[in-house]
T-cell receptor
Framework: AQKVTQAQTEISVVEKEDVTLDCVYE???????LFWYKQPPSGELVFLIR??????QNEISGRYSWNFQKSTSSFNFTITASQVVDSAVYFC??????????????FGTGTRLQVFP | DADVTQTPRNRITKTGKRIMLECSQT?????MYWYRQDPGLGLRLIYY???????NKGEISDGYSVSRQAQAKFSLSLESAIPNQTALYFC???????????????FGPGTRLTVL
């Protein structure tokens, strides 16, 4: 069965610290997609990144970076020089096998990040 | 204007009442989804629809029904609300015509529902 584990329930850091949010997934399929979403205190879900299982290159977008390692079934998210505006709940999600053609997602339980000034 | 809108944004109702949550999108996407979010549980899929004539149950469909009135509208109904349906409800859309084997889901702002 497919599963996403975000073992860190809550992380607190002080502004300007780097922080890594862990995501470990389980799937038997070879073709799948992984996602990260951000849920700020206002409640909406904001799409951050989508990565397919054949692309293990790390991705960097400003202060955000993602490390995808199939060998450890992990898709970790690092925020460099964190800011108070980064305070949010972050969700990692795994797609159903691409062959199912459903776009359905399995979400982790989320990691609440609090960045203090 | 937001691409995916949900109404109402907040609702308080009583046990046994029927309630409808509505979702509209201007993204032109063919696929729509309803999720609920509970503290510590992440998001769980209630129903999804791949087009107007296609409705599918998700992980937790009991106690809910849906209607896809048009490609752009997907409503969720609680026929007889109960307190454990108190949650944050999200609508999402994706575009199967975008050429990818799995497409990104884009979410509405959420509806916070409280059942007393």
């Amino acid at each position: 069965a497919q599963k996403v584990t975000q073992a860190q329930t809550e992380i607190s850091v002080v502004e300007k610290e780097d922080v890594t949010l862990d995501c470990v997934y389980e799937t038997r399929d070879t073709t799948y997609y992984l996602f990260w979403y951000k849920q700020p205190p206002s409640g909406e879900l904001v799409f951050l990144i989508r990565r397919n299982s054949f692309d293990e290159q790390n991705e960097i977008s400003g202060r955000y970076s993602w490390n995808f390692q199939k060998s450890t079934s992990s898709f970790n998210f690092t925020i460099t020089a964190s800011q108070v505006v980064d305070s949010a709940v972050y969700f990692c999600a795994l797609s159903e096998p691409a062959s199912y053609n459903t776009d359905k997602l399995i979400f982790g339980t989320g990691t609440r990040l609090q960045v203090f000034p | 204007d937001a691409d995916v809108t949900q109404t109402p944004r907040n609702r308080i109702t009583k046990t046994g009442k029927r309630i409808m949550l509505e979702c509209s999108q201007t993204k032109g996407h063919d696929r729509m989804y309803w999720y609920r979010q509970d503290p510590g549980l992440g998001l769980r899929l209630i129903y999804y629809s791949f087009d107007v004539k296609d409705i599918n149950k998700g992980e937790i469909s009991d106690g809910y029904s849906v209607s896809r009135q048009a490609q752009a509208k997907f409503s969720l109904s609680l026929e007889s609300a109960i307190p454990n349906q108190t949650a944050l409800y999200f609508c999402a859309t994706s575009d199967s015509t975008a050429g990818e084997t799995t497409d990104t889901q884009y979410f509405g702002p959420g509806t916070r529902l409280t059942v007393l």
